[in-house]
């Protein structure tokens, strides 16, 4: 390269060098293309965008940038999909790229260090959470065999709502009583809570146990600055931090409490057979084969969520599904006597009369498409680069899908905002996860593990509180004065829950 014994050509070769480097690195790297949203502001980004209804300010914000929309919460990317079709895509098509969970930092410290399954992340260790639920508890043998305990917890509920008759009640206490005894007596024998019949085995209050369930599910959902703008994180502007510090401590001692009493139990008898969830953990974690190994941590996480999971859920949509029937007494009206002519006056309804129910069926999945429990499905989390629908979507990009969007989109859905049952009546709608304009269980491999039992419950308890009871509302407010305000969390709920007065219309001697 010398020249006439200067280095004249030296500069200009490495020049040469560094500028075809640059267009090949141009080349193999083209400018990404990313969905459209609004222009972030330094630090915060577009967190001034969300209102106490994320869910609300984010259907609004789609409707200008598009259902694919592309917004920095702090300096993190978020994905927003808001339409059947981008939902498809994310849930399905890409359904393995974005099966994980956001390392939220509020969240660690409920999930046990994320060893739970809903907050864990993809992998075998999510993997193997979800077969343990399934084999032990979710799985079609396994439920039936518990019809029993669903049903006397729910005669439980009948006679309690009768002893109270013509007194005004809260629906959504009785309920929540309802559907924690179940699946506490389902999970571990025993509801471990007390009340008057059980006190001498309880650890710990109803109340305090429907406390933490409340609790997890609020602070499952919230905006916690700290994870967005993390090095905010120590200062817990909005107090969660700690709020999830005093979750997490409180449920370890309930959950201890349960893990203990079983292994008293098991060491009473050699070759103890194991009788319920607990147990049959309890035996996995002794076991050397299996793939990953069961922490005394993700016991307590497992068994929390599906104590979560089968709790709040069903009690939530009754919940819903009853405050649109107060506000529409011809709907419920024509329920009670699909009641009358396929159940008759003088027997309770039972899980297997279900298909008899076809417009309670659909007041249901009604009440699913504008009540979405989760109006926004638990984040997802993208864990490699991906491209949907032709925009590049980074790495480490936080997915959330509005359900609460989906089952409004007026393609889809006539007169969305409406309350009209006879919408699903003999057309098949899926729930399950196939069709995205209704997705209350979500869809792909996050989807709820739980939908069996949960439609078992919402199903059988809607059904026979309308059978054995007429509703009235308390003292005296009208029907038009409903309020259908919501509290958004993980799970959205009823703001202003109203006192209803009940009334018998079965033979009395079924009470
Ligand atoms: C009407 C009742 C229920 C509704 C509406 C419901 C809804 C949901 C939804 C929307 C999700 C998120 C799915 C996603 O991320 O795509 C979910 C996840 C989950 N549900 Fe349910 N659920 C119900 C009942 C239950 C029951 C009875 C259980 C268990 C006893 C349960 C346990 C879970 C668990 C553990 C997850 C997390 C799954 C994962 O991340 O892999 N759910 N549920």
Redesign the pocket.
Known sequence: IVKDGNPLGFPSVWLMAICISFVIKILNHPKRKLPPGPKPWPIIGNLNHLSSFPHKSLHHLSQKYGDLMLLKFGSKPVLIVSSPEMAEEI?KTHDMIFAS?PPLAAIKYFSYNYSD??WASYGAH?RQG?KI?LTE??NPRTLNSLEDIRVEERKTLISRLFNLSGKPILLKDHLTLFTLRT?NRSIMSKTYCSDQSNSDTSIITHERLQWMLDEWFLLGGVINIGDWIPWLNWLDLQGYIKRTKALGKNMTEFYEYVLEDHKAKRQTEENYIPKDMVDAMLQLADDPNLEIKLTTDSIMGLIH??VG??TD??AT?IEWAFQELLRSPNIMEKAQQELDRAIGRERWVEEEDFSKLPYIDAIIKESFRLHP??AM??PRYSTEDCNVAGYDIPKGTTVYVNAWSLGRNPKYWDRPEEFIPERFIENGIDIKGQNFALL?????R??????S???KV?RTTMANLLHGFNWKLGGDMRSEDISMDEISGLTTHLKNPISLITEPRLSLHLY
């Not at 209350?440 to 792909?444: E, I, K, L, N």
């Open positions: 849930l969970r399954m809903t999510w979800r639920s508890l979710l699946i969520d599906l999971g089968g859920t069903a949509m429990l989760c499905l638990p209350p269980f979500g869809s792909g996050r989807k709820c593990p739980g939908n039992l949960g439609m919402v």
